[in-house]
């Protein structure tokens, strides 16, 4: 199947319950013991940037807010730094969700990674005004692994939403 038909399919709606679980899922995986791995990709922020794309009335800047708080909490960070990143690159996932929209996945993957790099130039702003060190250029190679991964997440994500090829004759759609 092309990308145009695929893109031309009708996906079910999503169930509020399954956002939930796909943030629960990134935020246990952005939470697991592993804080010196270098180039590791915030899935929360992938997460939240793929449901505010492709949901923006379900997943909107409080979410982010909350989901930031739990991630400052959760790796003793600057309480704040993720909650103003994740808050900001929620606004430009929605502002840009239609335009983003319009293009294929690798295309869409490029925006991504100009959003992803944004909110971690935030946070490092952040971590920079408060007294912090500068991390390195290495820490912005998870923005890249996680704009890589963009077309494997919209498949995963989209997946309970995709309705059966098979065509029914009775009906149309």
Do not use: K
């Not at 399954?18 to 899922?25: E, K, R």
């Not at 490029?110 to 920079?128: C, G, I, T």
């Amino acid at each position: 199947m092309s990308f145009y038909e695929q893109s031309q399919r009708i996906l079910s709606p999503v169930r509020a319950g399954y956002i939930a679980l796909t943030f629960a899922v990134a935020l246990l995986f952005n939470l697991l013991p592993w804080r010196d791995v270098v180039g590791l990709p915030d899935m929360v922020a992938l997460v939240l940037t793929f449901w505010c794309v492709h949901e923006p009335r379900r997943t909107g800047i409080g979410i982010a807010w909350l989901m930031g708080l739990l991630m400052d909490a959760g790796n003793g960070a600057l309480l704040g730094q993720h909650a103003f990143a994740y808050a900001v690159l929620a606004f430009a996932a929605i502002s840009l969700h239609r335009r983003i929209l319009w293009f294929s996945l690798w295309r869409q993957a490029a925006h991504v990674l100009v959003l992803l790099l944004a909110s971690q130039f935030l946070m490092v702003a952040v971590r920079l005004v408060a007294g912090g060190v500068f991390p390195g250029y290495a820490y912005f190679v998870a923005s890249v692994i996680a704009a890589a991964l963009w077309p494997a997440a919209t498949y995963v994500l989209l997946l309970p939403q995709r309705r059966p090829q098979g065509l029914d004759e009775n009906r149309p759609i």
